[in-house]
């Protein structure tokens, strides 16, 4: 019990004046006033750690998709989505990764297109260099022939020569008989 007393005098009588009060009646509503309290501080705190686990799945989840966007990129694969949602840092980022996803995809094109024709260029060298190597055994055979030729041509003119120089020789010889 909790007492409180003052002194109180009436005429000549001296009174007191007592007030008494249970413990437990005094202390209900400072008890009442901390559970609301704790109460409170639960559910604030509750509370933030939602928001803040919805803010933080906000922030990372278009920073995971840039990510994952750049690890299949990495990865050779040009023809993943890439699916911009907002107009945030990380939006920013998606739609440079598109943009950069692109131009890949067209300089890849582009050098596949190159490397076809320059296959082709090169089938068409190997066909030509192919072409002018039968030709220089062919020319080569031929001259070998014409060579050939010549020394029986030059044979048969020494062959005349001689047979000429012979017949000079038995004119000769005649005439002068």
Request: glycine residues 4%; negative net charge; proline residues 2%.
């Given at each position: 019990v909790?007492?409180?007393?003052t002194?109180?005098?009436?005429?000549?009588?001296?009174?007191?004046?007592?007030?008494?009060?249970?413990?437990?009646?005094?202390?209900?509503?400072?008890?009442?006033?901390?559970?609301?309290?704790?109460?409170?501080?639960?559910?604030?705190?509750?509370?933030?750690?939602?928001?803040?686990?919805?803010?933080?799945?906000?922030?990372?989840?278009?920073?995971?998709?840039?990510?994952?966007?750049?690890?299949?990129?990495a990865?050779?694969?040009?023809?993943?989505?890439?699916?911009?949602?907002?107009?945030?840092?990380?939006?920013?980022?998606?739609?440079?990764?598109k943009?950069?996803?692109?131009?890949?995809?067209?300089?890849?094109?582009?050098?596949?297109?190159?490397?076809?024709?320059?296959?082709?260029?090169?089938?068409?060298?190997?066909?030509?260099?192919?072409?002018?190597?039968?030709?220089?055994?062919?020319?080569?055979?031929?001259?070998?022939?014409?060579?050939?030729?010549?020394?029986?041509?030059?044979?048969?003119?020494?062959?005349?020569?001689?047979?000429?120089?012979?017949?000079?020789?038995?004119?000769s010889k005649?005439s002068?008989?």
């Amino acid at each position: 019990v909790l007492s409180a007393f003052t002194p109180l005098a009436i005429g000549d009588m001296k009174w007191a004046l007592l007030a008494e009060i249970d413990e437990a009646e005094v202390l209900a509503p400072i008890n009442n006033l901390i559970m609301i309290i704790v109460i409170v501080v639960i559910i604030a705190g509750i509370l933030v750690t939602l928001a803040a686990l919805f803010m933080a799945s906000a922030i990372s989840k278009p920073i995971l998709q840039a990510v994952s966007v750049a690890d299949e990129m990495a990865k050779g694969d040009l023809t993943v989505d890439i699916k911009v949602d907002g107009k945030d840092e990380t939006a920013m980022l998606l739609t440079a990764m598109k943009s950069m996803n692109s131009q890949i995809g067209s300089i890849v094109g582009e050098v596949r297109n190159n490397a076809t024709a320059l296959s082709s260029a090169s089938e068409e060298v190997s066909a030509t260099s192919q072409s002018l190597s039968q030709a220089s055994s062919e020319q080569a055979a031929n001259v070998e022939e014409t060579s050939a030729s010549i020394e029986q041509m030059t044979a048969s003119v020494n062959q005349n020569a001689e047979n000429a120089q012979v017949t000079d020789g038995i004119a000769s010889k005649a005439s002068a008989q």
